[in-house]
């Protein structure tokens, strides 16, 4: 699908011409520009669900915030319109051009610009990539309070535009209260910096907070500063089995009163999401001896190995002895733990393996929050759409997982391609279905294209006024990321 067939092409913007081309090779290295050629395009140009693609003819690459501004400058001058791009694994169609915007990609601006040993502080260009910012503070003893499935291609920048929450928002909390300052440019080319900021600094208004989820529509990040815990030294990992949604959230209750201070991750996955994990991965499920409807990936951090050990190991055998929890297995080295691990972390990829995923990313109140996956399995049986084996159905399955310490679902409709039959029995259903239940439309991946229609569902008519305010006074003429959510 692309997405051109659901909204015009502004005319106010400019179509890219030969001096504006000659203007970008002026001020940057070749190797820091692709234009023109398809195949070299195609990556930036679609998105990680395969699910949009856009028909940029012209990627910039930076290497500097200096660049960012002259290229940023131009395009505000001339009404080109851009979209700043991170590692690409955004999930609402936010990173990719609709047309022919000029993609800005912050790949080549990574460089880790210092880290503080004693407050923890570290400082890095926006397109870091997560996982080199979690190695680099690991050599130090430190971890980066945030990790997520894409690790290995998110850049420190992009979860910062998405605020992106992942699997310990638990423990750390969200990027909101970690990231302590950020260097930005604005459309017009102006560098704003506040890297320098303080644990504590009550000086005004926090402007930092505006771009943390923004999504490139208020200005493109350049750099960040963000405050890094010690790393545990004890981590532990567990799998438990349960028979049903309320003992996934008996167990939730349990876990926060006992393992307290030591709990880093809660996540759940319901039985379908293990079984395309099980094709995926094609091996057998860590808990082989049976198949159960519910599972619960506990994760543990702490300073004291011993500590943590008997505190878990108490936690899960009254669980078992009560008769909550069924089956279980501890990882006993490292190996066994990344192994546990990607039984949650490949949900994404497996559920996607048979053609594509209508993925609903939602906040709803703890109690409810799986009644919208057997809603949405529901709706899509009446209409007779739904099949696991059947392949002349176009879904495979709606699965259920997510961030339950955090009430986040996410409703994944694994499908063997995407249609506008399934779309309009999912939409505007799974919407008013969250608005029902006082939930938000989205949680952590942010409202980019997919959402763009949706907003009403979760922001009220003074609030979107307020939003359209902003974005009009930082990019007057909207050149950042048109045809999204604002
Ligand atoms: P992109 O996808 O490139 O961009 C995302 C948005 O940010 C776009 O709107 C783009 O315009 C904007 N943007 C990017 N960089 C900048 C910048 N420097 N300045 C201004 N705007 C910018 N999300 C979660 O919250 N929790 C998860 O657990 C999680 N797990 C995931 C697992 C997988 C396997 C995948 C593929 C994605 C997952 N995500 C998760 C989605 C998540 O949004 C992204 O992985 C991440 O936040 C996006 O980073 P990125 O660098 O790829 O940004
Ligand atoms: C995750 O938590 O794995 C991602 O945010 C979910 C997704 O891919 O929908
Ligand atoms: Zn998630």
Redesign the pocket.
């Known amino acids: 699908e692309t997405y051109a067939d659901k909204v015009q092409r502004n005319q106010a913007y400019k179509k890219l011409d030969e001096g504006d081309l000659a203007y970008f090779q002026s001020i940057l290295e070749p190797n820091q520009i692709i234009s023109n050629n398809e195949d070299d395009l195609a990556f930036y140009n679609e ?3 395969r699910k949009y693609r856009g028909q940029s003819k012209l990627l910039l690459k930076p290497k500097t915030t200096e660049q960012v501004s002259e290229i940023l400058k131009y395009c505000n001058s001339n009404k080109l319109a851009v ?10 169609g ?2 990719i051009p609709v047309f022919d915007e000029i993609i800005l990609s ?1 790949s080549s ?1 990574n460089k880790i610009r210092s880290f503080d040993n004693v407050s923890g502080i570290f400082k890095c260009d ?2 870091v990539i ?1 996982e080199t910012a979690d190695q680099y503070l690991a050599e130090q003893g430190y971890i980066f309070p945030l ?4 690790k290995g ?15 310990r928002l638990i423990r750390y909390g969200s990027l909101h209260g970690t990231v302590l300052g950020l260097e ?1 440019v604005l459309a017009d080319g102006t560098i704003v910096n506040s890297l320098d900021s303080l644990r504590k600094d009550n000086t005004g208004y926090d402007l930092k907070q505006l ?1 943390i989820g ?9 750099g960040v500063s963000i405050l890094c815990p010690a790393r545990p030294q004890a981590v532990n990992v567990a799998v438990l089995a349960v028979d049903s949604y309320e003992s996934v959230q008996k167990v939730f209750n349990d876990a926060r009163k006992e393992l307290s201070e030591i709990l880093s991750a809660f996540e759940f996955m319901d039985e379908t999401s293990q079984i395309l994990v099980s094709k995926y991965l094609k091996l057998d499920h860590p808990i082989e001896s049976d198949s159960y409807p519910f599972y619960i990936l506990i994760e543990t951090s702490g300073s004291n190995k011993e500590h943590d050990d008997e505190k878990l190991e108490t936690f899960l055998g009254n669980a078992m002895e009560n008769g909550i929890v069924l089956d279980g297995i501890i990882a006993q080295d490292e190996t066994q733990l990344r192994s546990l691990w990607n039984w949650r ?1 490949n949900i ?2 497996a559920s996607q393996m048979q053609g594509g995923v209508y993925k609903y ?1 939602v906040s709803i109140p703890l109690k409810d929050l799986y009644g919208l996956v057997e809603a949405a399995n529901e709706k899509l049986e009446a209409a007779g759409l739904v099949d696991f084996e059947d392949i002349s159905k176009p879904v495979v399955k709606a699965v259920g997982y997510g ?1 339950i310490g955090d009430g986040n679902l996410h409703l994944n409709v694994a499908v063997r391609k995407y249609s506008k039959e399934v779309e309009k029995v999912l939409e505007p259903f799974v919407y008013e279905w969250i608005q029902s239940k006082k939930g938000s439309i989205s ?4 409202l ?1 294209f997919q959402k763009k229609n949706y907003i009403q569902y979760s922001k009220s008519p003074v609030e979107i006024a307020l939003i359209k305010d902003i974005k009009h006074h930082y990019d007057p003429n909207g050149i950042l ?1 048109p045809y ?1 959510y604002v």
């Open positions: 998105d990680w669900m979209v700043p791009q991170g590692g690409n694994t955004g999930l609402v936010g990173s912050l601006l926006a397109g997560l990790d997520l499935g894409a291609s998110c850049h420190v920048g992009g979860v910062v535009a998405t605020n992106a929450g992942g699997l930005v771009f923004s999504e490139g529509s208020l200005g493109v990040i350049t972390e994404p990829e990313d961030h949680a952590e991946h942010g980019g990321n999204k």
